[in-house]
C-alpha cells in the first residue's frame, strides 16, 4: 500500500502539480484549444475550426480531448492538458507492464523510470500538443508487437492495428512512416499484419474520420492536409522549421536528460542479442533517419522514438558493469537544475550570463553529494536504490522549476496575465504588434479576438516590444498602456 502510494503521489507531482501554473504557451498550445473548444460549443466534432474557419492543420484526437473535457466542465486552462497529461500517466503503466512482462522486473522498473522522468515526456506531458498523444498511441502499437516480432504470436495485432490507427488520428500519415521497422522485422510474416482482424481494426479508428471530412471538404480539405502539411513539410515547401540534418542528435540528448549518458550503453553489441531488442534498435535509429531526412524539424517530433530508447537503455542499466558510472554522470547532470530553476526568471529579464552569477557552484556542489551517494549505491549492489534516488531527485527538481518559472512565463511568455489585466475593460482592447503565439494566447482568452490597433484603435493598445533580431531568445514582456 505504501509503494501504491509513493507511485500516486509521484505521478501527481510529476503531470498533474501546477498543471495550470502557466497559462497557454506558443502558438499551437492556444490555437489547438480554440479548436477544441469550439467544438464543444458548436457540437461539429469533425470539422476543426479557428475563428470560425475549417483549420485542417491537424487530425481531430487532442481536439475531441480538449472538447471532451470542456464538455464535461473543465476549465480552460485545465481542459487542454488533462487528456494529455492523463495519457503520460497511463501510456507509463502500460510500458511498465509491458516490459515487465517482455524482458523482466528490473529492466521494467529502469527504463520507465528514465522516461517518466526525461526532459521531454515531462515537457510535453504538460502542454495540450500533439506530440505525446502521437507518441503514447504509437509506441503502445509497436510495443504490443513485441511478442509478434519475437515468437510470432498474432494475438496483440489486433488491438496493436486499433492502436496504429488512434495515431493516425493523432498526427496524420507520420506513424504509418514510424512503423516501417515493424514491418521489416516481420517480413516473414507479413501475411499476419494483411489479415482481416488487423486491417479491420485499423480501418475502423482510422478512416472514418477522414473519409467524413474529404467527403464534405474535398481538395480543400486534401490540398491542405495530405499535400501541404504532409509532403510539403517533409520536403521544405511549408513552414519555416528548417533545421541540418544533424539537429535531432542533440536533440535526443536533450530529451532525455538527465538520464542522457546511458545513451552511451547502446552501442554495446552484446545488448542486442534477440529481435525484440533489434526490434526496438531499428525502430530508434529508423525514426532518426526519417526525421532527419525532413527539410522541417521540430524537437517534438521525435517524441515517438523515445520509449524505444528509454528501453534499451533500461535493458543495458540492468546488465551492464558499466552502470555505476553512468549513473554517477547522470546525478552530476542533475546538478543543473537548480541552476535553471534559480536563474530562469532573471534570465528572462537581464539575460542568462548575469542571472546564473554565483549559482552555478551550488548547483554543481548539490549535484556531486548527489553524484556520490548514488555512485556508493550502484556500487554496493543496489542499483535500483541508485536509479530510485536519481528519479527523486529529478521529480523534486521538477516541481522546483515549475514553482520558480511559471510565474514569470504567466507574465512574459503566456498571454494570460494580460488577459487578466485587461479582461474588465476588453471592449476597451485593442491588439497592437505582438508575436504570433501571443496573438493565439490573447485570443483564446479572450474568446472573441480582439481588433487589431491598425484597423479599429480603441482607448488601450496591447502589445509587446517584438525583439529587433528573428530568432532572439530573449522577448520581453508585454506592455499593457492601461
Known amino acids: 500500500m505504501a509503494a501504491v502510494f509513493a507511485l500516486a503521489a509521484a505521478c501527481y507531482l510529476l503531470f498533474f502539480y501546477s498543471l495550470t501554473g502557466v497559462g497557454m504557451l506558443g502558438p499551437d498550445e492556444p490555437r489547438y484549444a480554440s479548436i477544441g473548444r469550439e467544438m464543444a460549443r458548436s457540437g461539429d466534432w469533425v470539422t476543426p475550426r479557428l475563428g470560425g474557419q475549417p483549420w485542417f492543420e491537424k487530425p481531430p484526437l487532442l481536439y475531441w480531448m480538449t472538447a471532451a473535457a470542456f464538455s464535461a466542465g473543465v476549465s480552460e486552462d485545465l481542459a487542454p492538458r488533462l487528456g494529455v497529461a492523463l495519457l503520460a500517466v497511463g501510456f507509463l503503466f502500460f510500458y511498465w507492464r509491458t516490459l515487465r512482462r517482455e524482458f523482466g522486473e528490473a529492466p521494467a522498473l529502469y527504463s520507465t523510470a528514465i522516461l517518466a522522468t526525461c526532459a521531454a515526456w515531462l515537457v510535453f506531458g504538460h502542454v495540450g500538443v500533439t506530440d505525446l498523444p502521437v507518441s503514447a498511441a504509437f509506441s503502445a502499437a509497436m510495443l504490443l508487437s513485441l511478442g509478434w516480432v519475437e515468437r510470432g504470436e498474432r494475438r496483440a495485432l489486433v488491438p496493436a492495428a486499433a492502436l496504429l490507427g488512434v495515431a493516425v488520428l493523432a498526427k496524420g500519415l507520420l506513424p504509418l512512416a514510424l512503423a516501417l521497422p515493424l514491418v521489416w522485422m516481420g517480413r516473414a510474416r507479413l501475411r499476419d499484419l494483411l489479415r482481416p482482424g488487423p486491417i479491420l481494426a485499423f480501418l475502423a479508428i482510422a478512416v472514418p474520420w477522414y473519409a467524413v471530412v474529404t467527403a464534405r471538404y474535398g481538395n480543400r480539405f486534401v490540398d491542405e492536409f495530405f499535400w501541404k502539411q504532409h509532403l510539403a513539410r517533409f520536403t521544405g515547401g511549408a513552414l519555416p522549421h528548417p533545421q541540418p540534418f544533424w539537429f535531432y542528435g542533440p536533440i535526443l540528448v536533450a530529451a532525455l536528460f538527465p538520464w542522457s549518458p546511458l545513451l552511451a550503453l547502446l552501442v554495446r553489441k552484446s545488448l542486442y542479442r534477440d529481435r525484440r531488442r533489434k526490434f526496438l534498435l531499428l525502430w530508434l535509429v529508423f525514426g532518426m533517419v526519417f526525421l532527419s531526412a525532413a527539410a522541417n524539424k521540430l524537437p517534438g517530433y521525435l517524441m515517438p522514438l523515445l520509449p524505444a530508447a528509454a528501453a534499451l537503455a533500461g535493458l543495458e542499466l540492468a546488465e551492464s558493469a558499466w552502470a555505476p558510472a553512468l549513473l554517477t554522470a547522470c546525478a552530476l547532470l542533475l546538478g543543473l537544475i537548480p541552476t535553471v530553476a534559480a536563474g530562469l526568471p532573471d534570465a528572462l529579464a537581464m539575460g542568462v550570463t548575469h542571472a546564473w552569477t554565483g549559482l552555478v557552484g551550488w548547483g554543481a556542489a548539490a549535484g556531486i553529494v548527489l553524484a556520490a551517494g548514488v555512485w556508493l549505491m550502484a556500487r554496493?549492489?543496489?542499483?535500483?536504490?541508485?536509479?530510485?534516488?536519481?528519479?527523486?531527485?529529478?521529480?523534486?527538481?521538477?516541481?522546483?522549476?515549475?514553482?520558480?518559472?511559471?510565474?514569470?512565463?504567466?507574465?512574459?511568455?503566456?498571454?494570460?496575465?494580460?488577459?487578466?489585466?485587461?479582461?474588465?475593460?476588453?471592449?476597451?482592447?485593442c491588439v497592437a504588434e505582438v508575436n504570433r503565439g501571443w496573438l493565439y494566447g490573447l485570443n483564446y482568452y479572450s474568446v472573441a479576438p480582439l481588433p487589431d490597433c491598425r484597423t479599429s484603435p480603441r482607448p488601450i493598445a496591447v502589445g509587446q516590444v517584438l525583439p529587433p533580431v528573428q530568432g532572439q531568445a530573449k522577448l520581453p514582456a508585454p506592455r499593457v498602456p492601461l
Do not use: C
Not at 528519479?391 to 514569470?408: D, K, N, R, S
Open 380 to 429: 554496493a549492489g543496489q542499483r535500483k536504490l541508485a536509479v530510485a534516488a536519481l528519479a527523486a531527485a529529478t521529480l523534486g527538481g521538477a516541481v522546483w522549476i515549475e514553482a520558480q518559472t511559471f510565474p514569470v512565463l504567466d507574465r512574459t511568455v503566456s498571454a494570460r496575465g494580460t488577459w487578466r489585466q485587461i479582461e474588465t475593460r476588453s471592449s476597451e482592447v
